[in-house]
């Protein structure tokens, strides 16, 4: 649908108007965008948006623009559906939408179906969503693409959340978002509001707020008007009265252009007589019409946005002939506009509100009954988001059994749509009714209960497990207490379906995230087990113990292994392979906990099999992530990318890109490639990971990207640590990943303190308190270990006894907890992989260091550990063994150490490692160090490269012994050198050479330690 404004000159706005053209300019230079164009009715938002899309359209951008309804808060995507209709006959948006079927369903061809029971994933939405995002990426690709979505104050729910993962998932296409909504309506609790804070958080969302037109500006567009549409009578307005309807109109052009209508319609010398405020002048307008043309304005008004010809002149109840003449009345007096082929709109929203308003109570009911009879007939019913309007209409002509049957059909039209949360509404509708519909079950083809279950996943797969958990509590008690009375004589209680009461319920309580919960869980879980026949096979029975294994994992493996199988020898039983494929990704994952790795293996790549064979989404990307993870975990590399390769692509080709372990194949993918030196590639997928988060699942993939930011020292770290830090009290993983990388960046950077405080924070969160640490700990606290390594060292150097005692001890504790880490005292059994036992070793020789024997053995045990396929991770400990090898004199190995870790941290582009390293060179002089600093001029031409580096340890303020330390040379030496550069400088002190060299610019740069 596509409201028409009058094509005549823009007025004004030419502020308003730049920044909507740079937001285009940004799109169009792949800075994704979006803008929110607010401001009261009829001020001009469309006006302006308008011209905004032409322009666009003019310099070759596709553009889909969609409106809500003011009806049609209750139809999923309606703004979307009309987008995507109005742009259908473009072939590239055809084609796009071809590919994409679930999408195709929101046209009215889009075929209909129920819904078979076990389709429903819970994964609709997030499929939905990331449907419209591959759709805009592909259409950005060959042109770049305007979104406009008009009237978000009456946007559903589905739409608003589209529309926050839209602005925070777009960053690189060339795609730019407008939508507009009235300031006026939004009243305080009006769901668009968080919505709108939200969305301006984000630094590429602006906001565009129009405030009313100054005088001249209006005065332009009146004359303009008049010029154009008022051709006969252009004699008739004098300048007063235009003044004194400028001033009327507050700014408002709407409210001008109707005074003008108005003034022109009656006699202008009875303009005082004009009627006070909008809504008033716009009905006197309609009450010159005639009967016949009021009748059509009412029935359109009443149809709301589909003010098809047909529905309008049925609900009208006037003959042919005098239809199509009122109609053409409407149309002269500009009231209503040709809509297409199939009908009319109001030529300006706030009209039909008006219209609408001032129906009488039983002329609305009367009128909105004709509709509803109307759209009961299939043809209509067919069309997506009729069903929800049916029911509106349903309920406003008191129609309950009528809203019944509709709201069912639109719960089922919704979750088809894979909006969960209109359809949750529906259902929710429907239940309420229950009670006051003659023959409910017959109506709605199912039981009450089973209507409570729809209600209750829909309302989870929407995100609210709250109320999930809320209703399906209510449910199993309503059922119990119907056991309790015995079965009712006409129908046996039904047991499957209390079964899968019981068994949602478990599930649902699992995600809530409290241990209470977890508790109850168990409980449900294992109530549902017994109170569910085994015989004859089920998938419902199947389904419930499975769910009782998955509650038990949380503490009891045995009793989880014991459950699981059962679970899979009756979903095989029960012929159901998805049920099937499930407990067997359990399995695997117990075995895997359990240290039984080749079997974990084997039972994960046969539930990845079946899985994909049976064509359930959801358990195949379950199965691909335990599996990938599985081969990582070993460091068989290449096995794990292929597999996490492949349930990537199987995810973003179906929209589940971010769903639940859509997102987690996603980041195994990315480590694997970390992990084997493909940085090139691994950069590619990490600058995929969304950087202004504002969920768990994008805060824990953009803390997965801080692997290869931190290690390169790419400037994106300060954004994403600033994103994901309000998620770190929430979520303890994203947290435990960040911080820990985020120490090591800061440890990179030289900030020894917050690399510390960073590294202890993640240790803590690895404490599996009462077991004790999980293998987590070991990288934290090998981190950890290095700046007490650095610092002992120094403390050494210094004389400095005491410190020296107190950084030894931290250090000793550090390793205790790495052991302990590693030990995995809650899982004994647990094999850690070579990444584990790399990071072990390496703890074991900081801590080493820490002591004062930096042992060339310790490292070279990381480096076996670790074996050859971690590329950084070698490159990072021949770092460290060429040290250790320096200081033990072994120069010519060190050197080799030192030659092959640069080469390996060029090819990865390791900046932090590479300054460590020529940090490494110049002190130990090893290795092809960059060109010695040359700065200085004439003053230190005198020096060489060597009393360059201790001259700047002295302007640091070092000891000779602290000095001999960090350059690796005895400390006799150092004082050698500084008596040389002393006499060299003729300077008297160790303090006046500081001096010079601070005021020649040597910079007492930060070593290695
Ligand atoms: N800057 C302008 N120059 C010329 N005409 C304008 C301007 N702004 C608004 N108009 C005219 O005023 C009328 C109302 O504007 P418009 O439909 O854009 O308002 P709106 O803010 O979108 O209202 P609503 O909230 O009801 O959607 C239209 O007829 C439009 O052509
Ligand atoms: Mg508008």
Known sequence: MVVRV???RMVGRDVELGRLLTLLADAEARRSVAALVSGDAGVGKSRLVSEVTQLAEGRGFTVLSGQCAELGDSVPYLPLADALRGAAQSTGVRDALASRPALSRLLPEGGDGRLAEEDRS???RQQMFGLVLGLLTELAAVAPVLLVLEDLHWADASTRDLVTFLSRMLHRERVALIGTYRTDDLHRRHPLRPVVAELLRLPSVIAVNLVPLDPSALAEHLTAVLAEQYTTAPGRIDATVLNDIVARAEGNAYYAE????A?????????????????ALLLSRIELLSDAAQQVLRAAAVAGRKADDELVRAA????????EAAVREAVTHQLLVPDGTEGYVFRHALLREAVYGDLLPGERTRLHGTMSSLLSEEQWLAMPGTAAELAQHCLASHDIPGAFAASVRAGEEAERLGAPAEAHRHYDQALALWERVAEPEKTAGMARGKLGLWSAITAADSGDYERAVHLLRRLRHLLAAQAERGPRDEAEPDVLLASRIGERLASYLMLLDDGKADEEAMEVARATVEATPAEPPTWQHARAVSTYANTLLIDDDTMAREQAERGHAAAQAAAA?????????????ISNREGRNDEAIKLLTEAHKQARQAMVLGVELRAAYHLARAHLERGDLALGGTVAYEGTKRANQTGLGMAPFGWDVQHLHFQCHFADGKWDHAQEIADGFPVRVTSVPEASLSSMALFIDVARGNPTVAERRAWIEPFWAAHGFDGFIARGLLAEHALWQGDAEQALAGAQIAISLADQAPWGYSPAAIRPAAIAMSVRADRAIQARAAGDDEATAAELAAAGELLRIAREGAAFPKRPKFILGPEGRGWLARAEAEYARASGRNDPQAWQAVLDEFGPAYAYETARTQWRLAEALAEAGRRDEADEQWRQAARTTDRLGARPLRRALDDLARRARIGAGPVTDQRGGAVLAALTSREREVLRLIAAGRSNREIASVLYIAPKTASVHVSNILGKLGAASRTEAAAIAHRE??????SGR
């Not at 003034?263 to 809504?279: S, Y």
């Open 1001 to 1006: 610019g040597l910079s007492a740069r930060p």
């Open 6 to 8: 009058p094509a005549g």
């Open 316 to 323: 009208s109840g006037l003959p042919a002939d005098e239809y």
């Open 263 to 279: 003034c022109l319609a009656g006699d202008p010398a009875g303009r005082n007589a004009l009627p006070a405020g909008l809504a």
């Open 122 to 124: 819970g994964l609709a």
């Open 258 to 261: 109707e005074l003008l209508a």
């Open 577 to 589: 392979p998805w049920v099937q494929a499930d407990a067997l990704v359990t399995l695997g994952f």
